[in-house]
């Protein structure tokens, strides 16, 4: 076979705009996960709630579950879509609305571990407060796939899957952890890892709308 020929074999197999939404349905999917408010708040206090009892009590599958619903990938996603098409006003929402759900998450989490009787640090919470070069690598792959999920015209599963592997929830709530034990290491541990994910989710999803 042909070099050339060959060559667009390829391209065709690995080209994305074959199955690519409209721009103005991936504009749609972007703004409408920004806001917190409704059915996306009362989704995000229940992760919240998932989430620190799943660390409280070292289950995986529990904080898996939390994972799943919890909607933070929204304005994080938005903020990369934002900076993509220079849409400032976008950015801002995204920025407040990212910041308000962090801060409601850790209000909540720390005001959990206050109160549980269950105070010892298990496997799944210690996890969360060594950051490394691997999670940067987790965060901008994931993003990466899940940019290609929520711009394809018939949803696929690859956002929950990004969801599981980037993991935004269970910092917060292990950040909330370490202000209700008084641990200024594991909450600045546990923040570090929301805020790389955070970073690199936004930059892969600029990078595929770039």
């Given at each position: ?27 749609a ?36 579950g939390?994972?799943l ?25 995204s920025?407040f609305n990212?910041?308000l ?19 010892l ?27 290609i ?36 290491s594991?909450?600045?541990g ?21």
């Amino acid at each position: 076979m042909p070099y050339r020929a060959l060559r667009l074999r390829l391209f065709r197999r690995f080209d994305l705009r074959h199955d690519q939404a409209d721009t103005a349905e991936i504009d749609a999917t972007f703004r409408g996960g920004v806001e917190f408010r409704g059915t996306n708040l009362w989704v995000l206090m229940f992760a919240i709630v998932i989430a620190s009892i799943g660390l409280n009590v070292n289950s995986t599958a529990v904080i898996i579950g939390a994972m799943l619903i919890s909607p933070l990938m929204g304005p994080i996603m938005a903020l990369g879509y934002g900076a993509g098409i220079n849409d400032s006003a976008l950015m801002r929402s995204s920025l407040f609305n990212l910041g308000l759900a962090a801060l409601i998450s850790l209000i909540a989490s720390t005001l959990y571990f206050l109160v549980t009787p269950l105070t010892l640090a298990h496997s799944e919470l210690l996890a969360r407060t060594t950051p490394s070069i691997w999670d940067v690598l987790i965060a901008l792959f994931g993003g990466l796939a899940g940019v290609i999920g929520a711009t394809r015209r018939i949803k696929s599963n690859l956002v929950p899957g990004v969801a599981i592997a980037t993991a935004l929830m269970p910092p917060l709530c292990t950040a909330g952890y370490g202000l209700a034990t008084g641990n200024l290491s594991y909450f600045l541990g546990a923040f570090y890892l929301f805020a790389i994910n955070s970073v690199f989710i936004a930059i892969a999803t600029l990078m595929m709308v770039r």
